[in-house]
Nanobody
Framework: QVQLVESGGGLVQAGGSLRLSCAASGRTFSGYRMGWFRQALGKEREFAAS????????LYVESVKGRFTISRDNAKNTVYLQMNSLKPEDTAVYYC????????????WGQGTQVTVSS
């Protein structure tokens, strides 16, 4: 049974930093792409960043480029999202997700962690 468990959310002032973690278990994730999504109150969930488990190739939504960094630790089966220069508009519930390379949809999702950025 695949489990994705996020942690690291919290309250931070604008300009501050947080690091989110996603502990993945239940299978090997070779051949998977891991993603971070976010959903602000009253808005649709949006893609933030993703990384290839095998190659480390990364993708970012334009609004977080240069501020967020996604990475993975294969030995710990953990994916990270380092968030710097946070803005109030980054406030959202952040979700970790996984899909097999070649699939269009993310199949596995975590429960989410709240990030609140105060102005």
């Amino acid at each position: 049974q695949v489990q994705l468990v996020e942690s690291g959310g919290g309250l931070v002032q604008a300009g501050g930093s947080l690091r989110l973690s996603c502990a993945a278990s239940g299978r090997t994730f070779s051949g998977y792409r891991m993603g971070w999504f976010r959903q602000a109150l009253g808005k649709e969930r949006e893609f933030a960043a993703s990384i290839s488990w095998n190659t480390g190739n990364t993708l970012y939504v334009e609004s977080v480029k240069g501020r967020f960094t996604i990475s993975r630790d294969n030995a710990k089966n953990t994916v990270y999202l380092q968030m710097n220069s946070l803005k109030p508009e980054d406030t959202a519930v952040y979700y970790c997700a996984a899909r097999q390379v070649g699939d269009s949809q993310y199949k596995y999702w975590g429960q989410g962690t709240q990030v609140t950025v105060s102005s």
